[in-house]
């Protein structure tokens, strides 16, 4: 291509050639694909970075306490999930065998401590 290329979009290390375009040779570009649009005119537009992800509480875990044997879920069992950071949640499983879930703004180990029973109730 000789001239009216667009010289900052390049396909294949090539510059651009559009509508109007001129050939090595003289001719000129008459027509092209209906679905691509390339412009010299106008400024373009600006960028704007995109806002932070805001990813605070995103990492949350919960235990489900099982029994051994029949592979039943435990209700009523008292616990305390302690996270690497400190975090403390005492509670008692559901009927569903879970514990709440401990959420944090990172991921980090989660340790179960199930507390002396005094019964529990298999489901």
């Known amino acids: 291509m000789a001239g009216a290329v667009i010289p900052n979009v390049l396909i294949n290390g090539k510059p651009a050639a559009v509508v109007g375009s001129v050939g090595s040779h ?6 092209g694909s209906g679905t691509v649009i390339i ?8 960028f704007v970075s995109p ?16 029994d051994q044997d029949s592979g039943a879920p435990l209700s009523g069992v008292s616990y305390v999930l302690r996270s690497a ?5 005492h509670g008692t499983t559901g009927v569903d065998g879970r514990t709440d879930k401990l959420r944090s703004s990172s991921g980090e180990a989660v340790e179960l401590v199930i ?4 019964e529990v109730v298999i489901a």
């Open 115 to 118: 507390a002396e029973q005094s």
């Open 51 to 66: 806002a932070p992800v805001d990813i605070k509480g995103v990492f949350d875990e919960f235990f489900v306490l099982l």
């Open 26 to 31: 003289g001719n000129v570009v008459i027509g």
């Open 85 to 89: 950071s400190g975090k403390e949640i």
């Open 39 to 46: 412009g010299a005119s106008g400024g373009g537009a600006s």
